[in-house]
């Protein structure tokens, strides 16, 4: 079961509240309605038919208050033992309980307040006395018996989760008000108070309603009398209806739908992908029909998230696949295969998809290739292959990409076919496949150029250029590769980052952004600059961290004042999120860029009071003392974590690079080689092992280090090129020479690799 950290961003699952505000610590609430929200109920009157649809969906039942009419776990006195601990679920006075783990490991009883979603499974919510809401690890599983259900298990299967591990359901990743809050109940405040380390986290309605898609309703329901014929979202701040004049249409003889009037597909993606998106949170504001990005920060196909290819991986929902699709390219938006306000697809079989493709030509054995009553004639099987998160919640990758069994063998990653059938190999399902397709009718191949820019040689840079500036990529792809060129020299990517940066498509913007977060301060300046006046507050916020580090006399006077802003904007946006380490490390590796080291140091250190051990916050609190001159307290610091996280890699490297600065030679050497040897695929970890061993004179064991990681990655121009100038330095000319055709190889149009070779064979002769 993959460990993830955000668990649980929507499946969006609810009791209707209308327009009544709740405080979990008992502290004077808000004024119902101060944003204008009047509650679901109010919409019934005039709106039947979408209420009946509604009511009873997943939006509708997104939380709901713990008693007999939602409480769907088996409460009677009932067990779950698991790693030798064994859990209690229980009534007293008509009040659910249960007796578990606490956070030092003891058994104790606690209260369920909420219940968190309906199907597959359901959750429950515990109410902290700091006003947190936890959400425990063990749920039911609200299935038929015969499907396996009825029974409580783990959200993190068979794994063990132990009280002070960081996802045990007492800790802060399963902190409601942090992580589920935004998308389950609407208009959430969250109100952290850092200092007292309380929430008086206040909503107006409790679950997913009307008005989390079409905006607060206060002045539509005021104005609803004199409508008169007008339209029918007077006085909403947002309409989600399609004013485009198009339809989809396909003629009898052709094989797929088009729209006859195009539509701005990101209309509908504005309201959707705010819950059902990997993202985080900006700042809290009610939706009146800005774009997404105004508000949040979407997760890019970064390792650990997708597969290589874009396929997903970890919970990563919806819009992050989506857009990589070419029905997104096409124009199609949610509500084409979901009903938006019960939430079902319009249809459970093949003809939600043949809605627009010819039935004739794709729903037939000649082109899926199965018997008819097969679950290989599945449309969705092939095209939109399930993983199970949280053990039983099937989520469908929405990138509807064809089938690629032969990618599997080259790039490790999965594929429909053996999905199903687990007991051949992909090589077998590859040979079927290909029998199947003409030549040549492959899609989705931006998936192998995806893979390869994962590297760091000349072949990935040039995949990240061209998916960069290939139009025809989809968006949230070229993004991805644009984020990768700050690998490499500016000169070679100038051009790429520069289209990027300046793209209409905010995703592109955010990507160069990204490359260039660490790169020279000129290319930083032309690429983060002019993105501190942009209209989207993630992007502002992104170019903003970029110039951080900038000295304010560095950044063109004209522009100061636009760029301060944006660095304010950028400040508050993670203080939004004071209530997790991750944004307090982020918050104060910022304060770091700026020189205010004290600052810095607060953040550093709430973040490990929260969470003690905290890995970014530790090596980043050791850094800010590096900076600060104080690396006495970093080498203090560093060493205590090291003796708690012997087998951290991360540790090791830094305490290694600061004992290169103390000119601590052996204890540098030691500590580097430790993280090489714990973490061997580490490309960086093994290339700096070398150079510290070079720079110490001990050039031998630098390239008996080194060759067997050449051998791993064999492209890898920068350990190539360390290779040759040791072998050079050992006088081994001809080795030497023999590493530097290999980088001209891989890089024949790099003016540096030719000089290079050039004065390797000069000195030969």
């Known amino acids: 079961m993959l460990r993830i950290a955000q668990l649980f961003v ?98 104790a009883d606690f209260e369920i307040r909420y219940t968190f979603g309906v199907d597959p499974l359901q959750q429950y919510l515990v109410a902290f006395p700091n006003g947190a809401l936890q959400t425990l690890g063990i749920a039911w599983d609200t299935r038929p018996t015969a499907q396996g259900g009825q029974r409580w298990f783990h959200v993190y299967g068979d794994e063990r989760i132990a009280h002070d591990d960081e996802l045990h359901w007492t800790g802060r990743n399963q902190t409601w008000n942090y992580q589920c809050a935004d998308c389950h109940s609407l208009n959430v405040r969250k109100n952290y108070d850092a200092d007292s380390d309380t929430y008086a986290t206040t909503w107006d309605v409790i679950d997913v309603g009307c008005e989390g898609c079409h905006g607060p309703a206060a002045e539509h329901v005021r104005l609803a009398p004199g409508f008169d014929g007008a339209p029918p979202d007077k006085g909403l701040t947002h309409s989600l209806g399609d004013r485009s004049g198009g339809e989809w249409r396909r003629a009898a003889d052709e094989p797929i739908a088009h729209r006859t009037a195009a539509r701005d597909p990101d ?27 105004d508000d949040y920060r979407p997760a890019l196909i970064t390792p650990g998230l997708y597969h290589l290819d874009g396929q997903i991986n970890d919970e990563v929902y919806v819009y992050g696949s989506f857009l990589q699709s070419r029905m997104h390219k096409a ?52 095209h939109m292959p399930a993983t199970n998160y949280m053990v039983i919640d099937a989520r469908r990758d929405h990138s509807l990409r064809s089938p690629r069994p032969e990618l599997s063998a080259i790039l490790g990653t999965p594929n429909a076919c053996n999905r199903c059938h687990t007991g051949q190999s992909s090589d077998w399902a590859a040979g079927h496949v290909a029998g199947w397709a003409p030549a040549g009718a492959k899609n989705m191949d931006y998936g192998v150029s995806l893979a390869i820019t994962r590297g760091s040689d000349h072949e990935a840079m040039q995949a990240a250029l061209a998916l960069t500036l290939d139009e025809r990529t989809p968006s949230m792809v070229r993004a991805t590769a644009a984020q990768t060129l700050g690998r490499y020299p500016p000169r070679s990517t100038l051009e790429a980052l520069a289209v990027a940066s300046a793209h209409d498509e905010p995703l592109l913007r955010l990507g160069a952004i990204a490359a260039v977060d660490s790169s020279v301060m000129p290319l930083r300046l032309q690429v983060a600059v002019p993105n501190t006046y942009d209209n989207l507050l993630s992007v502002r916020v992104a170019a903003a961290r970029a110039l951080a580090a900038i000295p304010a006399d560095q950044i063109p006077e004209q522009t100061r004042e636009t760029v301060a802003k944006a660095t304010t904007e950028a400040i508050e946006t993670l203080k939004l999120q004071s209530d997790h380490p991750g944004a307090l490390a982020s918050l104060g590796h910022l304060y770091t860029e700026q020189g205010d080291f004290d600052r810095s140091e607060q953040s550093y250190r709430r973040a490990l009071e929260i969470l003690p051990g905290h890995l970014p916050a530790t090596i980043g609190l050791a850094d800010t003392y590096r900076a600060a001159k104080r690396d006495a307290d970093g080498e203090q610091l560093l060493e205590a974590a090291v003796l708690r996280r012997p087998d951290s890699p991360d540790l090791h490297h830094a305490l290694g690079l600061l004992q290169v600065r103390q000119r601590n ?62 072998h050079f330095e050992n006088g081994d000319i001809d080795k030497a020479i023999e590493y530097a055709e290999e980088i001209v190889g891989l890089a024949p149009d790099d003016p540096r690799a030719l000089e290079f070779l050039r004065g390797l064979s000069s000195s030969r002769q």
């Open 331 to 382: 124009g199609v938006v949610c509500s084409d295969c979901h009903d938006p306000h019960s939430g079902k697809t319009r249809a459970d079989d093949n003809s939600l998809c043949t809605q627009c493709h010819r039935p004739e030509t794709y729903d037939v054995a000649a082109h899926h290739h199965h018997a008819a009553d097969s679950p290989g004639a599945a449309c969705v099987e092939c």
């Open 665 to 726: 030679a052996d204890a540098a050497v030691t500590h580097l080689a430790r993280a090489a040897k714990l973490d061997p695929g580490s490309r960086r970890y093994q290339y700096v092992l070398a150079v510290a061993r070079r720079s110490y004179g001990q050039s031998d064991a630098a390239l008996a280090g080194l060759e067997p990681v050449a051998e791993r990655f064999p492209e890898d121009i920068q350990i190539l090129l360390l290779l040759s100038e040791l």
């Open 267 to 293: 209309n509908e993606i504005n309201s959707c992908a705010r819950c059902h998106s990997r993202r985080s949170q900006l700042r809290e504001q009610p939706f009146h029909g800005q774009s997404f990005l």
């Open 10 to 107: 929507p499946r969006a699952l609810g009791f209707l509240c209308a327009g009544i505000v709740v405080t979990i610590t008992g502290t004077t609430p808000a004024r119902a309605g101060d944003d204008g929200y009047t509650g679901s109920e109010v919409c019934a009157g005039c709106h039947a038919e979408q209420f009946k649809a509604w009511q009873g969906s997943h939006h509708d039942l997104a939380m709901q208050v713990a008693d007999s009419s939602s409480v769907l776990g088996d409460f009677s006195d009932t067990t779950f033992t698991q790693h030798g601990v064994t859990s209690r679920f229980f009534m007293r006075e008509q009040r659910y309980f249960v007796n578990t783990e606490n956070a030092d490991g003891e058994l």
